[in-house]
């Protein structure tokens, strides 16, 4: 079965309890698709959501809806089951939307191509927080877990990690308004990002191949570094456990990695030869999906258990390439897998020393466009 989508994807999410998931184009289009083991996937939805590229697509609502940012710098919510928009916010940015994630049930965040990061409260229906701490992109964002309560008493909860193209972390707490702490910089930027062994590692990935674990508390410089994936950038990262996160390479390879001790337990699938753009579960984690910029859209239901390899087949479109992948198989070898990387023990202490002063922002005050603050307050009535 082919599909000719005919461009790029900037992303994808699946649903959180359905087997659907969503792609966001260069064209500003968005497209819904079932998939199923023993059928075809069929395409529920495709709209032109934007003027510009769709750069971020989060299911939200639990799964109701499917929020957008884009490069146009507006952010719409549109309709699972009709495919109508239900709200939309022009200029909620006031530079183009790189990033998206879900932090809570009603909550969602953005960051711009300036380095601001916005969270938007559904219930409140505006912009609850607006940080600007960064002077390039907001390449990634992740949420702390209920779970990083443990750690610290001095550090308020909820809170959330993001990165951006300017080489630092920052870590801003939601409830005060405040950044909570800020790390330097760093001489390659700094491009994903997941929380790990039970919220005391940040992992992040790095143009230039390195993984570099901090400390939670300790975040002006991180505690380890792993190279072995050097050179090719780590442009993805997933986390399956605790002590495993998956990676997404820009030679296309996908890799299963341990953390401390720090290892590559073996590559787990090809993609492409071109960037992983982007790797995510589906909502029973039995599907790993990729997305990247291969001239194939291919899915590969072969891989599930109980699909013999027969009943496997390919959608093809002129320049995308996504897979979803049967996460048993890809590691059920994994335990025997055997690497001659060295490896890292975990040297830092468990004690907690928060930046209590982190340093200021370098960018200066933009000014506030009037019509994105006239809608902010309006944009999540309908949802």
Not at 56 to 77: C, E, V, Y
Not at 171 to 179: E, M, Q
Not at 265 to 292: M, N, T, V, W
Request: one cysteine or more; hydrophobic letters at 35%; glycine letters at 6%.
């Amino acid at each position: 079965m082919e599909i000719d989508l005919g461009k790029v994807p900037f992303t994808m999410d699946f649903h959180p309890s359905d087997n659907l998931v969503t792609a966001g184009l260069i064209t500003g289009d968005l497209h819904l698709y079932r998939f199923n083991a023993d059928s075809s996937p069929q395409r529920l939805l495709e709209i032109h959501a934007h003027s510009e590229s769709c750069r971020a697509a989060r299911f939200i609502n639990d799964g109701q809806a499917i929020i957008t940012g884009s490069s146009d710098r507006s952010i719409l919510a549109t309709d699972l089951e009709t495919g109508s928009p239900i709200a939309r916010l022009e200029n909620a940015h006031e530079d183009a939307i790189f990033s998206l994630i879900n932090l809570t049930e009603s909550t969602v965040a953005t960051g711009d191509d300036q380095g601001c990061v916005k969270v938007w409260d559904t219930r409140q229906r505006s912009c609850c927080n607006s940080f600007n701490v960064h002077e390039d992109y907001v390449s990634d964002m992740t949420f702390a877990s209920d779970s990083m309560k443990l750690l610290s008493t001095s550090l308020l909860f909820p809170s959330y990690v993001f990165f951006s193209g300017d080489g630092t972390l920052s870590v801003c707490n939601l409830r005060s308004n405040k950044i909570q702490s800020q790390s330097e910089f760093s001489e390659e930027e700094l491009l994903s990002v997941v929380i790990m062994k039970n919220g005391r590692k940040v992992i992040c990935g790095s143009q230039n191949g390195t993984l570099l674990l901090y400390s939670w508390g300790f975040f002006k410089d991180c505690s380890d570094r792993f190279t072995a994936l050097s050179p090719n950038s780590i442009d993805a990262l997933l986390k399956l456990d605790e002590d495993r996160v998956i990676t997404g390479s820009e030679n296309g390879l996908i890799s299963l990695v341990g953390i401390l001790p720090s290892r590559i337990i073996q590559p787990l699938a090809e993609h492409s030869e071109y960037p992983i753009e982007c790797l995510a579960f589906s909502h029973d984690r039995k599907y790993l999906g990729s997305i990247s910029h291969d001239q194939v859209l291919k899915v590969d239901l072969s891989r599930s258990l109980s699909l013999p390899l027969s009943h496997s087949f390919f959608l093809r479109t002129q320049i995308i390439n996504k897979h979803m992948w049967d996460l048993d198989d890809l590691l059920q070898n994994s335990g025997n897998a055997q690497n001659d990387q060295a490896p890292v023990s975990d040297s830092d202490s468990d004690a907690m020393n928060v930046d209590t002063k982190p340093p200021k922002s370098r960018k200066g005050a933009k000014r506030k466009n009037e019509h994105a603050n006239d809608a902010t307050s309006s944009f999540f009535a309908d949802l």
